[in-house]
């Protein structure tokens, strides 16, 4: 494959979809911290989650298993769109110059775009299983709550997503997208919650946060016995969903003979990340690989490189259990950067764990460097990007540039988790030169880790 210049795309038939999800669990040296109930402090049980999540859910969360079956309803709709294509970008290498082999697996093919129905779909199903009638998120982008919208349409549920106001403004189009799925969607903050209208009665310009978004949506499912939570990120049974990224990478990279040196994916809350590096950890547990893994966050974001390792609640208003993950504070608010998937407060309670455990490493990036990647990108594989994965392709370009400079051919593989079709107006921006960096005060972050519980 390395010296064959007619082929780029690596396919997998479709027989070849994961029937497993890998749990990470099951290899790590240490278990992660519980989470905590935020009354108690006690470590939650299933019957403190039951109001939100089915006991599938529950289940996968705690699971020690290495491997969790998926239901063959579940790969039905998984083959819409996967297996995925593993793609080498060869154009972009000639433009960089570099020695490295860059690989990409392309998460875009999906009905909605993104990696995100990949935990969607089975989140649907389990819940309409259960007999639940309305499934209630947040979405920061749009992508998570298009593939809400799509799943639950597959399994006839209502669904309601809260957007965060600022990509509500900017995104017309993904919000358009989850009604002609069926959802109904409200800007977030919104009037219809307790914990929106205190905050618009604080702030009544607020560009919102999926802090916030979060628990109008926790709000509302645990008011309702017919009503449950989908979260898109974040939580282990979530991550464990997106292995199927890369599961299918490692089979397609081994197709060609190759290994993997650099891992790279962007993280927010970590589920694409998680997705694509798991099944790679697992190998290089297991010593039969070792590649460097690397998490890219936004600059205006940086829960891995600023936050502090430390109990802090999921949301806004405190809704939800206490988790131990790396945080800004739960009402930190981020400045409204163009990669609103990304502007989370804090990062995966699993990933945090293992980054405390040296697991894989983390940088920072802001996004004009990222947007930079992304047009290059675009101009060279023709596929314009979202404005999440372009901090992946940053920090694989980043590499590139580095291997053009010492000659070493390193393989790196990054995850496209998502198409920018929807994310024009980004990219005018910053080809307009408009965008701006925003430098985020270091007192901004201690005055709201201050406020820790």
Known sequence: MADDPGRTK??????????????VLADLPAPPPPPLHPGTREPVGPDDLAPLFPMDFIEQEVSAERYLEIPEEVREVYRLWQPTPLIRARRLERALGTPARIYFKYEGVSPVGSHKPNTAVPQAFYNARQGVRRLTTETGAGQWGSALAFACSVYGLECEVWMVRASYDQKPYRRLMMRTYGA???ASPSPVTTAGAKILADDPDSPGSLGIAISEAVEV????????????????????????????????????GETPDLIVGCTGGGSNFAGLSFPFLREKLAGRMSPVIRAVEPAACPSFTRGRYAYDFGDAAGFTPLLKMHTLGHDFVPDPIHAGGLRYHGMAPLLSHMYELGLFEAVAKPQ??????????????????????????????????RCAETGEPKVILTALCGHGHFDMAAYDRYLSGEMEDFDLP????????????
């Open 184 to 186: 109904r969607v409200h």
């Open 368 to 401: 004009r460097e990222c947007f930079e990647a992304g047009v290059l990108f675009a101009r060279t594989e023709g596929i314009v990007p979202a404005p999440e994965p372009t901090h992946a392709l940053a920090g694989a370009i980043e590499e590139a540039r």
């Open 442 to 453: 270091q007192e901004r972050i201690e005055r709201s880790l201050g406020r820790l519980p």
């Open 10 to 23: 690596i396919l997998l038939d479709e027989s070849r979809i994961p029937r497993r999800w890998y749990n």
């Open 221 to 256: 499912a645990g008011g309702a016995d017919d009503t449950r939570y989908a979260l898109g990120s974040v939580l282990n049974h979530v991550l464990t969903h997106q292995t199927v990224i890369g599961e299918e990478a490692l089979e397609q990279l081994a197709s060609v």
